[in-house]
């Protein structure tokens, strides 16, 4: 017989049967491998739907324990608080991300008190605060005041320290902030906060229904394009990451998620340090818009993208679907 007959390797044979499949795969998902982003609002018992983000909604401070105890019971490490702010606390300046008492600290001390063991993850930015929806400052000229911002920037990320946030993540995109933010929690005694740098943060129309969920949408004048990144570039990425770890960042963020895995997979070979992955507001609405048609299966297309995110080497992903990964996971 001649063998030339025959393919000399069958990579079928690997795949032929579940154990088999099991015993090669090189990405397994697991429930610590997520972080779950919620939004808080004020008011008690409240528990508000945001029609961008079906199946997501907009929680009081009264329910957060429970849904602390919730996701810890599921096995996900780290929260993500995010504030609705009420139009009358937003301002010019964001003052309100400096109060000791706004919607993040409350929220982030009401879970700290319960005892609920779980990390808590706190957005450093502006625009949930200010009343022209920009994450800095903005000169009357139409600018972002890069180093005004900075400065307000650390004193926020006090803030939140001081009210128990486990992992500072700035996601403002200014030069410098990480070396502000990182020399401010020092000076206050916080060693052990982390800093998690959303350091390639593009700017992109997948944030769209976030928008919607804190308030901002109705406020944004113009876009983010002078702060954060344009879509078409990878080399900028890197830097940004070398700079953000040079300033003292613990690990690094790419964001959006999915359409940015190319970023992802090319930090991770290039630095040694975390890299997580923030599949965002928009991606979650396209994933809830095509199966509410019937388009597509949900657990089936989570549990894909959650693996590819692990093969492009992210270390963890923020996701809103991050339950129900973790029941699937269980
Ligand atoms: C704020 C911030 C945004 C997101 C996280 N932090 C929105 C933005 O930059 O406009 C988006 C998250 C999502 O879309 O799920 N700086």
Redesign the pocket.
Known sequence: MHLGQFPHTRLRRTRASAWSRAMVAETRAHPSDLIW?LFVTDGSNVEQPIATMPGVCRHSIDRLPDLARRAADLGIPCLAL?PNTPADRRTPGGEEALNPDNLICRGMRAIKDSGVAIGLLA?V?L??YTSHGH?GLLHEDGRILNDATVAILAGQALNQARAGADIIAP??MMDGRIAAIRAALEADGHHDVQIMA?AA?YASG??????DAVG?AGYLKGD?KTY?MDPANAEEALREVAMDIAEGADSVMV??GLPYLDIVARVKAEFRVPVFA?Q???E?AMVEAAVAAGMMERDRVILETLTAFKRAGAAGVLT?HAPRLAELLA
């Open positions: 982003p995010f957005d930015a625009d949930p994450d996601s403002d959303y943060k997948f944030y769209g229904p976030f928008r901002a983010k954060q964001k959006p923030y965002v507001s928009g979650y809103y």
